[in-house]
Structure formats: structure tokens, C-alpha cells
């Protein structure tokens, strides 16, 4: 069974950064395609990065040259990287990977204040 396990959320003003991270079990990360989501209130969920089985990775406009999308074979983790945060990315981020199927995390809260 797949599992996937965001980490790394939380309250942080404008400008700073965090690391989410997506620690995966019961699938190699390195095979299959992974991406990062995002949903804020009253908002459709929207995808925010990928990067393919690999290593080719793709941003939203809203986010490319501040956020970076990796992943860590070794740990079969993977991450987003996100610097220059604005109030605007305030949302629940959640990790997706597909593995012969869909497979997403639970969610972690990215809150940022201006």
C-alpha cells in the first residue's frame, strides 16, 4: 500500500521560505511521476509543481522562480522548496504521486503573513 506523508507547513511571514516535505512508503518516488497541489479556501485545488519519473519539472506561473520541486532517491522523499512566500500561496499543500493509481497525501498547511 502507498503511502504518502507531507511534512513541513506552518505560519510564516512574507518573504521567508519553507520546505515541505513528502516522504513516501510502499513505492519507489525515483519511477513514477510526483507532483505538489495546492487548495486555499473557497479555491479549487490547483497544481503547483511536478517533476516527472525523470527529472523533468514544470511550475504554475504564479510560482516558477520562487518555488523548486525535488526529489531525494536515496530517502525516497520528495520536496518543495518554497522561497519569496506571499500571503497569496496561504493553503493546504498536498503531495500527489501516481503509482498505478492516484495517490495523495494528507495535507500540511502553509499559512504566510503579510
Known amino acids: 500500500q502507498v503511502q504518502l506523508v507531507e511534512s513541513g507547513g506552518g505560519l510564516v511571514q512574507a518573504g521567508g521560505s519553507l520546505r515541505l516535505s513528502c516522504a513516501v512508503s510502499g513505492s519507489s518516488l525515483g519511477n513514477n511521476y510526483m507532483a505538489w497541489y495546492r487548495q486555499a479556501p473557497v479555491k479549487q485545488r490547483e497544481l503547483v509543481a511536478d517533476?516527472?519519473?525523470?527529472?523533468?519539472?514544470d511550475y504554475a506561473g504564479s510560482v516558477k522562480g520562487r518555488f523548486t520541486i525535488s526529489k531525494d532517491y536515496a530517502k525516497n522523499t520528495g520536496y518543495l522548496q518554497m522561497n519569496s512566500l506571499e500571503p497569496e500561496d496561504t493553503a493546504v499543500y498536498y503531495c500527489?504521486?501516481?503509482?498505478?493509481?492516484?495517490?495523495w497525501g494528507q495535507g500540511t498547511q502553509v499559512t504566510v503573513s503579510s
Open positions: 517533476i516527472s519519473s525523470d527529472g523533468r519539472t
Open positions: 500527489y504521486m501516481w503509482s498505478n493509481r492516484d495517490n
